[in-house]
């Protein structure tokens, strides 16, 4: 027996009063929470210099901003490029709500607009609040449907919350430091699972909308009201798109401005993307087979097979792009089945499908940077509430202690200097994906409130 199934157990004997008493935060685990505050504060700095002190920004922000001048001034968002001469490439919603932290370009004006350090530091404050919302509010939602009676700042309620952001650890610091949306992204998947947790269906389809206007492939996912038969989920995702790709654009640009952009989009953007070329601008920094960093199927099946390759706006075979789609499919497949199949239909549940849906399809998309894997947060946290579902807290099954720590530590090496071309070949992706596949084995377990009733009615 390891030691923490037996603290488990020793602490279910305990009285009440000794319960209470263990389940207040021990002195090292508050000196955690204030050294993860002040890392929080460090990093800042440390983004802060990345994006404005050094010769070239290693920074995404910088073309969010520049994208966001553009408008303001009438130009075009996609034809914009930031210092490092990269483009922006998101529907227009984004750059519009952005129009505050507007950035213009060296040699032109900044009078009327904020300071670019500010807008820096803004955007940084702004992501880490949103994964922190993000994650409170899904513990929250979990918490209360799961019928789990949890004090609040105990440590059952700490390490919910704690546990998943170690986990997600090394996801959000690569999105933090490059500047990237993905926390605002993953604050609308939370609040879309603890809203429909919550039996609020039309206000969950909101928040799926806001990922979507965001990025477009999370409509992906609009295939879970679909199977569920869920009108009201769908009918609020649908009411979200209207408004945030129609009506927020039409009256930002106009309607003559709102056609031309979404022309510009699917001609920089979505053809390209589709295999079906139509400006090559972005083949270098984003389409292209080795343009960047992605955890796609069609770029590792290309990495694999060209192992001798150099960084260019190659082109992916249409073997590749094929297999792409097959490989999808399969993984699409068995998450659909799996969640129809499911023994599961509580609140752990749906979290555990909804999660295992939104990490399948992040290799999916034809671009996948390994910064994304941050939206594996719903179901790193359904995993945890699972486990300890069936086993006394703060006790970790050996089975899960080797899963997260294989995810960290992996994560970690891809990281490192020497252990980068680990990227190339889907060892972070395998890592995520080993998430998946224990999401899809507790669908396929009974739950322990089930259990308790079989056990009875023998």
């Known amino acids: 027996m390891n030691t923490t199934r037996r603290c488990g157990e020793l602490y279910s004997k305990m ?9 207040r935060l021990f002195p090292w685990e508050r000196a955690g929470l204030w050294l993860f505050l002040v890392a929080i504060l460090v990093f800042g700095g440390i983004v802060e210099k990345r994006s404005v002190f050094l010769t070239r920004r290693m920074t995404d ?41 507007a950035n213009p370009p ?32 899904l513990a929250a939602a979990l ?38 949306v993905n926390t605002l992204v993953l604050f609308g998947f939370a609040g879309m699972i603890a809203l429909l947790l919550a039996n609020r269906r039309l206000a969950a389809g909101l928040c799926l909308s806001l990922p979507i206007c965001i990025k477009v492939y999370p409509a992906f996912l ?35 401005g709102t056609r031309d952009a979404y022309r510009r989009y699917n001609e920089v953007l979505i053809r390209p993307a589709l295999g079906l070329q139509s400006d090559p601008a972005r083949d270098f920094e984003l389409t292209g087979a080795t343009g960047t960093d992605s955890q796609s199927f069609a770029a590792l099946l290309y990495n694999i097979t060209h192992p001798n390759r150099i960084k260019g706006a190659l082109v992916f075979a249409p073997w590749i792009r094929g297999a792409h789609w097959m490989i999808s499919a399969a993984f699409a497949a068995a998450t659909v089945a799996a969640g129809l199949r499911t023994r599961r239909r509580d609140a752990i549940g749906t979290t555990l499908f909804l999660g295992a849906l939104i990490v399948v399809m992040l290799p999916m998309s ?9 939206f594996a947060m719903p179901l790193i946290m359904a995993l945890l509430a699972a486990m300890w ?15 997260f720590g294989a995810n960290i530590l992996l994560n970690l090496l891809s990281a490192l200097p020497g252990f980068q071309s680990w990227k190339d070949y889907g060892v972070t992706l395998g890592a995520t994906l080993l998430l998946w596949g224990a999401g899809i084995f507790e669908l396929a377990r009974t739950p322990i409130k089930e259990q308790s009733s079989l056990s009875a009615n023998a």
């Open 389 to 403: 579902e069936r086993t006394s807290f703060p006790a970790v099954e050996p089975g899960y202690a080797l899963l």
């Open 222 to 256: 609009l295939i879970a009201p679909v199977l569920r038969r869920d009108w009201r989920w769908l009918a609020g995702s649908v009411s979200g798109l209207i408004l945030g790709l129609l009506v927020v654009p039409l009256l930002a640009l106009g309607p003559r």
């Open 143 to 180: 918490e209360r449907s799961s019928g789990v009676s949890v004090k609040r700042w105990d440590r059952r309620w700490w390490w919910l919350r704690m546990g998943t952001i170690l986990i997600c650890l090394m996801a959000l610091g690569r999105t933090l430091s490059r500047g990237q």
């Open 15 to 23: 009285p009440a009063d000794g319960q209470d008493c263990a389940q």
């Open 366 to 374: 034809p671009v996948c940077h390994i910064h994304y894997f941050i």
């Open 61 to 101: 922000a910088d073309d969010y901003f520049r994208a966001a001048w553009a408008i303001r001034t009438g130009q075009d968002m996609y034809s914009a490029v930031d210092t490092n001469g990269w483009h922006y490439n998101y529907p227009p919603f984004f750059a519009i709500l952005l129009q505050p932290l």
């Open 106 to 137: 060296p040699g032109v004006s900044n009078q009327g607009f904020v300071p670019y350090p500010v807008s820096v530091a803004t955007w940084y404050l702004i992501s880490v609040g949103f994964f922190l919302l993000a994650v409170h509010w």
